[in-house]
């Protein structure tokens, strides 16, 4: 078998541990950077860590612990307010790679074949800093990828802002153009973080320009995070965001956990959706009724047809709650959206535990992963943040079997 970890966070790999051991000697000099992470983390989480304690207190590495794992289910703020602790202990250097080679030889005395580790470009950097930092990372992945049993590549994660995307995205061209010894080395680009308020329709343009120097130079994969987070909006938006990620044409699709949630997970949630968002999605149905019939979408076009009308006179969000009539309609669109997807080929990046405690799943049998295999869309498997998860390759792996498996007892 082939171990091959396909969407992974390079820093997320960092254990409770491995971030003891860092702060242990320089925390002091982080201060700065640790109130920073002390002050957004009281404001997801309920409470002010006292972080000096890690490194003073006889408990200290229970006490990071506790903050830094996510062992339980919650929002992408709260995540976000635990990574939080690695940018503050292990700012990105253009002249130190000491962390990075760290994790990349833990994970191949892990049995890892295949890391494809994402990382990025810091928004600080200026192009010179940038140029440095790819090129001190790209010399230590290539002699790492010698010495070591387990081939490492690089996807850098572009920030959700278009005109950063842009830049760090020309940057990393402009590096390969010079150095296409590492064109192997640097497999992609993918979008990350918060999806919040940048929904893949305003990516088209951007996509497109990647796509065009694709055809002229070794293509680099587009990766994409969609459907990971939507507290802002409903089921059947969040499903529409992913597949207008999949229209854009990209490589492979990031969690999609929209798609594939069983509705029946969000049952007694309310959400309030903002006017614009909620309806785009009705327009969208309408623009794509063809081809959503077409797939045997069963949807009540005379309901959808009035709520369409009564929202075009009308400014006000929409509240939405996950009704029988509602999540009948969520179950279709899924439907649909899934058979295209799998007609298409598209690959979907799967993981489970991320999935599970970010989607806030409340029983297995409500698992994206259930709905990818039901309906035969491609998946690979990634740890995502195997270090704030407390997961392994090996533990990921079995989890996403025992899913399929249950998949398969639901069909049967
Ligand atoms: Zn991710």
């Not at 329709?201 to 995070?225: A, R, T, V």
Request: hydrophobic share 35%.
């Amino acid at each position: 078998m082939l171990n091959q970890d396909l969407h992974v966070h390079l820093h997320g790999c960092l254990k409770a541990e491995d971030l003891w051991t860092i702060g242990k000697d320089n925390y002091k000099n982080q201060a700065q950077q640790l109130d920073w992470y002390a002050d957004e983390f009281s404001k997801h989480c309920g409470y002010k860590p006292d972080y000096q304690n890690y490194w003073r207190s006889e408990n200290g590495l229970s006490l990071l612990k506790k903050d830094f794992e996510m062992l339980e289910s919650g929002n992408f703020s709260q995540f976000q307010a635990k990574f939080n602790l690695i940018i503050a202990l292990c700012p990105l250097s253009f002249e130190n790679f000491y962390v990075q080679e760290k994790i990349i030889r833990q994970q191949a005395a892990s049995g890892l074949n295949l890391f494809e580790a994402r990382t990025l470009i810091p928004f600080s950097f200026t192009s010179d800093q940038a140029y440095r930092y790819l090129k001190g990372l790209c010399q230590l992945v290539s002699n790492l990828n010698s010495e070591l049993p387990m081939e490492t590549r690089l996807v850098f994660s572009l920030f959700r802002q278009n005109h950063l995307a842009l830049k760090h995205y020309l940057w990393i061209k402009d590096f390969l153009f010079h150095h296409p010894v590492y064109t192997n080395l640097i497999s992609g680009i993918d979008f990350a973080y918060d999806e919040k308020g940048f929904p893949p329709s305003s990516k088209i343009n951007l996509i497109q320009k990647i796509k065009q120097d694709n055809l002229k130079s070794k293509p680099l994969k587009i990766l994409y995070h969609v459907g990971e987070s939507f507290e802002d909006k409903g089921l059947l938006s969040a499903t529409r965001w992913v597949f207008e990620a999949f229209l854009l044409g990209v490589d492979r699709l990031g969690h999609a956990i929209a798609l594939g949630v069983d509705p029946e997970n969000y049952q007694n949630i309310k959400v309030e959706e903002a006017h614009d968002e909620y309806f785009q999605t009705l327009k969208f149905l309408f623009n794509n009724r063809n081809l959503l019939f077409e797939y045997g979408f069963t949807a009540d076009w005379q309901m959808l047809t009035e709520e369409k009308d009564f929202f075009s006179k009308n400014q006000s969000s929409k509240i939405i709650s996950y009704t029988d009539n509602y999540k009948a309609l969520c179950r279709d669109f899924q439907r649909v959206v899934g058979r295209i997807l799998k007609e298409k080929r598209a690959i979907i990046e799967c993981c489970p535990t991320s999935n599970k405690r970010l989607a806030q799943i409340k029983y297995p049998k409500f698992h994206p992963i259930l709905f990818f295999a039901k309906n035969k869309i491609s998946t690979v498997l990634g740890t995502d943040d195997p270090g704030v998860f407390c997961v392994t390759y090996e533990s990921e792996y079995s989890y996403k079997k025992s899913l399929e498996e249950l998949s398969f007892s639901f069909t049967a």
